[in-house]
């Protein structure tokens, strides 16, 4: 076994990483639910299908990580860094992405409605298929956006 592939498939539900080296790591389908990963790097990891729901995630660097179709369902957020992130088809609803950095992030056919877009940084993301219904938002977030994704946030959101 690759020793990157250690926490793949596997039940982490509130594991303890204090002490774990997570960057570029595999856990790729694991159930990590109600994980506390605050202020980690875990750039670059593998974490395509992972079910990160109600994590609390304030303050960490997944730059360039892989989280296809990851549930990210009400998952705090606050300041993470998932610059050029691979988002596609993950769900966040009800996610809190305060001051987050999504810039060059993937999020085609992603699931945003019901989540805390205030301040969230999108310049450059790919926002394809995007449901914001009820999605709070502000105008620092606006300024980031497309034009198209802009409408689509004002029609299906909620501006603070």
Do not use: C
């Amino acid at each position: 076994m690759n020793p990157s592939d250690v926490f793949k498939k596997r039940n982490l539900t509130n594991t303890n990483f204090d002490y774990e080296d997570l960057i570029a790591r595999n856990l790729s389908n694991s159930n990590m639910s109600g994980v506390n990963l605050k202020n980690r790097d875990i750039h670059n990891a593998d974490l395509s299908g992972a079910d990160l729901s109600g994590a609390i995630l304030f303050y960490v660097k997944l730059r360039g990580s892989d989280l296809r179709g990851a549930n990210l369902s009400d998952a705090k957020l606050w300041d993470a860094d998932l610059y050029g992130a691979d988002l596609r088809g993950s769900d966040l609803r009800g996610a809190d992405l305060f001051y987050s950095d999504l810039r060059s992030a993937d999020l085609s056919d992603a699931n945003l409605s019901g989540t805390n877009l205030r301040h969230t940084n999108f310049d450059g993301a790919i926002l394809a298929n995007i449901d914001f219904t009820d999605a709070n938002y502000d105008s620092h977030t606006l300024d980031t956006l497309s034009n198209d994704s802009k409408s689509s946030l004002k029609k299906y959101g909620k501006k603070w």
